[in-house]
């Protein structure tokens, strides 16, 4: 796979237009739904090097309600990602970064108020340019 999307436990956004896109540019793409923390931190304990170029992690509001054990396994997760990654979110106060203050930073943090599509097709642009 070149492409790891990983979304929270909120309303999940169709992303077969978005598999469809990494496909015609020539990338296979991997969608992960997650219940809840454990199934974020599965996800992106999933991402090999050889086959993941690139993660799109979608989070949501699952660090919210998170304790200090789950943010902290979180963060663990994020520093041992072996790819590079691109937070988004459909609001600001869902950024990971001040919350988890991980090593492994993001390529980018696509923030759009109130529009998670938007950050989707923000966040597969820099991705698609990125793998391309």
Request: net charge negative; with cysteine.
């Amino acid at each position: 796979m070149s492409l790891l999307i990983l979304q929270g436990p909120h309303a999940p956004v169709d992303a077969a237009a978005w598999v469809s896109t990494a496909a015609r540019a020539g990338h296979s793409t991997e969608l992960i739904r997650c219940a809840d923390m454990a199934g974020l931190i599965a996800g992106l304990g999933s991402a090999r090097p050889a086959d993941t170029a690139l993660v799109l992690l979608d989070a949501g509001a699952t660090t919210r309600t998170a304790d200090d054990a789950e943010c902290a396994a979180l963060r663990d997760a994020l520093d041992r990602l072996p790819a590079p990654y691109i937070e988004l979110h459909d609001d600001a106060a869902e950024e990971l970064e001040p919350q988890l203050h991980p090593h492994h930073l993001p390529i980018a943090t696509i923030i759009t108020s109130g529009d998670r599509l938007r950050a989707y097709a923000l966040s597969l642009a820099i991705a698609a340019r990125r793998l391309g």
